[in-house]
């Protein structure tokens, strides 16, 4: 890499460790959160979101995939990609009901091909093979939730009980895709990381003397994943004014991606105590540090196919599956259940070429999406909904076209006997291109 390229890589690598610094823990209250490792977050880019999330056989010349490394070799300019998010849910259980206003920072990602596309085209023969690498750091999963309970035991007390979760999991991700040809494999490496704190307090409201009782659990989490993908493309051809075969524009891509079990490591801490408002006492119970245990996250795969015509149009489609069931955490026990997901979505550009009209360049999307979730053990648990997608191409000073993402979730989480939510989630996401990455320049 030349010097101008380290120049400006290195301000973005600060940016991406300074931001993770910062990174807020979301204010939200999710009840099902305090089971597992909290909500899974789905590790697509907000201009996936917007065709229902779909990314198995997702690639774009200058858009990052993180579902599928292998796309990372499509691509044919450097991406900056950075996302936010907020959220308005309506938490209904019985005849209590609640609102609730959440948002973060949704992402951090970079990536780039090792072949600069400006070299390439200036050679007497285009090479077949590419190479793309990135990073990315992507939160995994959130905790939050705040939790009040009573039980009631007629003429003997009235016991509350306190439930309350914060933190959540990461991952740091080193993406390589290879491409020869119109086939390409991809290998995700990542740092999985995290910390959780669990809080459980017992109130004994008619029993003055009595101890209230303060559950403290910390638990941090590290350990590697890595996950594999290949892409497949068709390129459809048909005949010029000459006779001869050429490209469409048309193609069909086949996409396949598996996340293997993986091992990681907790460090976890016990801090039980009794203490009572009328008096000074406390009475510790328990209280341990450095407890070193172990867990496994499950094996997940996915499937799909995408079917586009450039600068055009693009409709596509995924299953995935996670046997959740093969979940193991030592230092929290618990049960959960094999879990899937199908989506599907169109995006539709009217005319990318349009000068004096730029509601023409947009690229309109729309999607559908249905999911399990794992930790439905005692009744199914289930996630749907439909998203609504724009990207604004604009133009920066001495760089090519880049894009602002926004992305409109509407769904509905839970289940109808108990606990439900019904949600909007707004994402927004601005991703800055640069061909001029690893460029060779010449002087005559």
């Known amino acids: 890499m030349s010097i101008p390229s380290l120049n400006r890589a290195f301000p973005l690598f600060l940016l991406l460790f300074s931001c993770s610094l910062l990174w807020a823990q979301p204010k939200d209250n999710a009840p099902f959160s305090r089971l597992g490792l909290g909500d899974l977050v789905p590790q697509t880019m907000v201009s996936q979101i917007g065709t229902g999330g779909w990314g198995a056989a997702f690639n774009d010349l200058y858009h990052l995939n993180l579902l599928n490394p292998a796309s990372f070799a499509s691509l044919q300019s450097t991406a900056y990609d950075v996302g936010f998010y907020a959220k308005y849910a309506r938490l209904k259980g019985g005849d209590a009901a609640a609102n609730i206003w959440s948002g973060n920072l949704g992402y951090l990602a970079l990536g780039f091909p090792l072949n600069n596309p400006i070299n390439e085209s200036l050679k007497p023969k285009v090479s077949p093979f590419r ?213 599907g979505g169109v995006e539709y550009t009217p005319d990318v070429n349009s000068y004096n009209k730029y509601a023409k360049r947009i690229r309109y999307q729309f999607g559908l999406f249905y999911q399990t979730d794992p930790r439905g053990v005692r009744t199914e648990l289930t996630n749907y909904g439909l998203t609504l997608g724009a990207g604004l191409p604009i133009f920066l000073p001495r760089q090519q076209i880049s894009f602002v993402h926004l992305a409109l979730e509407l769904g509905y989480f839970g289940a109808p006997t108990e606990l439900r939510e019904t949600y909007g989630r707004l994402s927004a996401s601005f991703t800055l291109n640069d061909n001029s990455w690893f460029f060779k320049r010449k002087f005559f």
């Open 131 to 343: 190479w793309g690498m990135g990073f990315a750091l992507t939160p995994y999963s959130n905790v939050g939730y705040d939790i009040q309970t009573t039980e009631v035991l007629p003429g003997v007390d009235t016991t509350l009980h306190n439930f309350k979760g914060s933190g959540g999991t990461y991952k740091l991700t080193w993406s390589n895709g290879w491409k020869y040809k119109d086939f390409a494999v991809g290998l995700n490496l990542a740092y999985f990381f995290g910390k959780i704190n669990y809080e459980r307090e017992v109130i004994f409201e008619d029993i003055g003397i009595a101890y209230q009782t303060l559950f403290d659990d910390a638990l941090s989490v590290g350990g590697l994943t890595w996950d594999v993908g290949a892409q497949y493309a068709i390129r459809f051809k048909e005949m010029n004014d000459k006779g001869e075969k050429v490209f469409s524009g048309r193609r069909l891509v086949l996409g396949a991606t598996a996340h293997t079990p993986s091992s990681f490591r907790t460090n976890s801490s016990k801090f039980y105590r009794g203490y009572n408002y009328s008096y000074p006492d406390i009475d510790t119970a328990v209280y341990e540090t450095g407890i070193i245990e172990s867990g496994r996250l499950p094996f997940e795969w996915s499937a799909g196919i995408m079917y586009e015509y450039k600068n055009k149009w693009r409709m596509g489609a995924e299953y995935s599956a996670s046997n959740w069931s093969q979940y193991e955490n030592e230092a929290k026990p618990e049960t959960l259940v094999d879990s899937w997901r199908v989506s």
